[in-house]
């Protein structure tokens, strides 16, 4: 029983992180809506595909319309997450192979749903460097109040780069104390070299406080009480240093040392790459 209710605890605080994530976006330009991101990390397994999941299940429930699309051409991880099994990919559609309206389904949570995209795309960068994509981006946000692009790691490819250009903003999601800072440095410059517009970084993999964060009160002397009573609510401010909400992008410093980045780089590269063989993933494609 205790575990259970660990789990909906955990379960609760990530929903209330992303909601936060999309209320600071929000909030960054309320004239002009942030409705086009690229999620995107300095390197593999920072958790970004959950991260886009999540935010985009946050936009979903606060009754906006949200497309999630596969930008990772490379390993493709968000149909299996969301149990979804589209009958056609990005790919259809950019070659007139299938219709837009067959391409996106419907997911299991209202107002959310997903774009895929097929596996073995030759040449990522220049697909999503082409006119057609471009004009899909636009055919995109035309019908959606808000799209998500979950995109490979900007410190190992540059589609991420690439594709930041054609949308609003675009968030970092770091995960604390495993990322090294060069790393992270590296990846904002290729962003910034593009011209993207950096809302912020998202921390992941954070220890939360608990429930009884909101359920507690300090006496005079400034101890803290927890409230008795159960509890069901999730903080939505993370102790400062472990917020899940989009912070200040870092500014990169030209003296900073690179050693070793572009070694680092190729590795993760093919790592990446090697992780998900030709053939592998689901229908055996």
């Known amino acids: 029983m205790a575990k259970k209710k660990k789990s909906a605890s955990n379960l609760l605080e990530v929903q209330n992180a992303a909601k936060t ?28 595909s959950t991260c886009s999941i999540e935010l985009a299940r946050a936009i979903a429930t606060s009754g906006k319309t949200v497309l999630l699309v596969e930008a990772d051409m490379r390993r493709r991880t968000l149909a299996d997450a969301l149990n979804v099994r589209p009958p056609a990919g990005v790919y259809s559609v950019l070659t007139d192979a299938a219709p837009l309206s067959q391409a996106v389904v ?3 949570t209202p107002n959310m749903y997903f774009l895929d995209v ?19 981006v ?15 790691p900007v410190g190992t490819f540059i589609d991420a780069a690439i594709l930041s250009t054609l949308v609003d903003g675009t ?28 809302l912020g970084i998202c921390a992941t993999f954070c220890e939360g406080t608990g429930s ?34 989009a912070q200040k992008a870092p500014q990169v410093g030209h003296g900073d040392a690179r050693r070793n980045v572009a070694a680092s780089q190729a590795a993760n590269r093919a790592a990446y790459v090697s992780s998900n063989p030709a053939g592998k993933g689901r229908n055996g494609r």
């Open 21 to 48: 994530l999309f209320a600071n976006i929000r909030f960054m330009s309320p004239d002009n809506p942030i409705r086009t991101m690229v999620m995107t990390s300095s390197v593999p397994n920072e958790g970004k």
């Open 106 to 108: 419907a997911t299991s």
């Open 118 to 136: 097929e596996p073995n795309i030759p040449n990522p960068a220049d697909i999503i460097s082409s006119k057609r994509y471009a004009k899909l």
């Open 138 to 152: 636009t055919l995109l946000e035309e019908n959606y109040d808000y799209v998500l692009f979950d995109t490979p």
């Open 171 to 198: 968030v970092m999601v770091v995960k604390p104390n495993s990322t090294k800072r060069t790393e992270l440095l590296d990846a904002c410059e290729q962003l910034k070299k593009a011209d993207a517009n950096i």
């Open 212 to 245: 009884e964060y909101y359920y507690a009160y300090y006496t005079k002397d400034g101890g803290r009480v927890k409230h008795d009573g159960d509890v069901a609510a999730l903080q939505s401010h993370p102790a400062p240093g472990r917020s899940a909400r």
